[in-house]
Every structure is written in C-alpha cells, then in structure tokens.
C-alpha cells in the first residue's frame, strides 16, 4: 500500500496555528495548486488543498510559511469525518504533512531559497518523530563549485588522470 502525495503550489493564507488540550502543535493552511491542462474555455483551473502539521514542522511552517509563498509539501492523504452543529456527517480531505519546502524566497533576510524541513531528514532518527528540521540551505561560495570555470580550459598534466 502506498498513500504518498506531493503538491507544489502557493499558500492562500498565512498558517493557523493551534495548540491540542494536551499541547501538542498543529498547523493548517490551504495550498493553491494549478491543474496541469486548461479546461475547454482555455482557463487554467486551481485546487484548494487543506494542509495540516503536526508537532515541530506545525511550527515552523507557522513561523516562515506566509501567504502568497511558493511551496512544496509531501505528505499523505486523509479522509476524516466528524458531525458539524446542524449534525450532518461532514467528510474532509486534507493532505498531512510531513515533510516542507520552500520554492521561493522570501523577502525577508534569508540568502537563499529552498529551505525546507520535515520529518524525514537524515540522520534524525529515519522518521521517528514530526517536525524535526534543518537550518536554511544558504548559497555557497563558488569556490566549491568544481564547475565555476565551465567552458574555460582547464590545466591538467597527464600525471593527474586516473586511465
């Protein structure tokens, strides 16, 4: 079995965060997310999915996720459903996230966009817990980029080469 689903879209809101009776964090937020094909009248249609969090990521995605803000979210379907006041069964579908990032860069100070965070990151325990995060991936100097010199020639003696 395999209940897995990614969405790329844009936050039509900035994420309501709550708090269970017994503390634990959840946050939720609606993705905008563009049909791939135009329907008949030539218009691009868009799904509004709902997103929970859970524990830690609920947190940060309340703390950095703002509306308007591109974003990837893995996570699982689920179908739940409940009685609202009027005592009509009710049946919700909502993606649960566990794992976040973002697209874009916010306007804020961070250097560099792709920063994301999720329970499955490595060396956090494989997926033990929710939420567990990393620092923001900050662009790096050149000096690492063994191509930075692409198209340029490239000094090396016969002695260096492994064939």
């Known amino acids: 079995m395999l209940n897995r689903i990614i969405l790329i879209g844009r936050l039509t809101a900035d994420p309501e965060l709550r708090y269970t009776p017994s503390g634990t964090a959840v946050a939720s937020f609606t993705l905008a997310v563009d049909r791939p094909r135009a329907n008949q009248m030539g218009e691009r249609e868009t799904d ?3 997103i929970v969090a859970w524990q830690k990521l ?3 995605a309340a703390q950095y996720l703002r509306k308007g803000r591109l974003a990837a979210v893995e996570g699982r379907l ?3 459903s409940y009685e609202n006041r009027e005592g009509q069964r ?3 579908a909502e993606v649960v996230a566990d794992n ?3 697209l874009d860069r916010a306007e804020s100070s961070m250097s560099g966009g792709g920063m994301g965070f999720g329970m499955d990151e490595p060396g956090m325990g494989g997926g033990t817990g ?3 995060s990393r620092p923001p991936v900050r662009e790096q100097p050149h000096y690492n980029d063994p191509f930075v010199d692409d198209g ?3 000094d090396i003696s016969d002695d260096d ?3």
Request: glycine share 4%.
């Open 90 to 92: 009710v049946r919700v």
């Open 130 to 132: 929710y939420g567990t």
């Open 161 to 163: 080469l492994p064939f």
């Open 152 to 154: 340029k020639p490239i």
């Open 100 to 102: 976040i990032r973002f």
């Open 58 to 60: 609920a947190e940060l």
């Open 78 to 80: 689920q179908i739940r």
């Open 48 to 50: 509004f999915i709902n």
